[in-house]
């Protein structure tokens, strides 16, 4: 960090964004009361998709400025709560039409400070930071860049690094314990995802990726939640099952 002709040509915004991703991870577990890193970012990316989470409009953005500008007059107007509890309820119970799922105008309206990064945001690569090795996958969120979403490839985090921390490691080169990583890294430019056609409005609850979705995904995230939809299902089932010896009865 004392050579500042060095640091300046380290990828800090990896490096950032991977502590982020690490700190996401880590906030899913049911027990953990809040979330670390740059969670600035995550409260501008929400605000920009979740407009449901604000108290008021949407505020112009600044000419010739970036775009989380336009919250700097009116943050502290927005009724929020500090609570985690509170959010993953507000996220079960969002529908698909709360969601903006193209935040940003199409790229060849964007400013030249937003595109000149294009061949690394888009890009399937690992974000380090000395332990942390997290997976920019936009491969995954294609939606947001206008195209149809394929079923997706398996998450890329390895296992043996994902939980990996410095306490005790003092010694240790991560050079080599991420070699793999840096490799891939190094060769960043060459991982760009495929784009695939435009996605005109919602995708149909029979498309290949809703029914993989129904198949792989989690219907909630809040615990209470998640116990209130398996005595449901269970009691229609039950109903379910009723009905039909009911008919079969009625039938015969």
Known sequence: MCDFQ??????WGAAVLGYLYRNLCTSTDYKTPSCGGFTLLL??????????????PFPPIPPACPVGLRWSNTATKISMSDDIKFYRKFFDRLTRKSII???YPP?????EDCTQGIR????????????????????RVMRQFGYQQPVPNPPMTPAHVHA???????????????????EHWANRYAYHFAPTSPQVGLLGPNSEYMRWYRRKGKLYIDPDEVKDSIVISSYSRKLACGKHHQVGAAAT
Do not use: N
């Open 164 to 182: 990996l921390t410095l306490r005790g490691k003092t010694d240790d080169d991560w050079t080599t314990i991420l070699s793999p990583a840096l």
């Open 43 to 56: 409260q501008l990316w929400a605000w920009e998709r979740f407009p449901t989470i604000l108290s008021s």
């Open 101 to 103: 799922w193209q935040p």
């Open 120 to 139: 690394i945001w888009g890009s399937v690569i690992p974000l380090l930071s000395l332990c942390i090795c997290e997976w920019h996958q936009p491969d």
């Open 107 to 111: 790229l060849e309206q964007m400013p």
């Open 6 to 11: 060095t640091i300046k040509t380290y990828a």
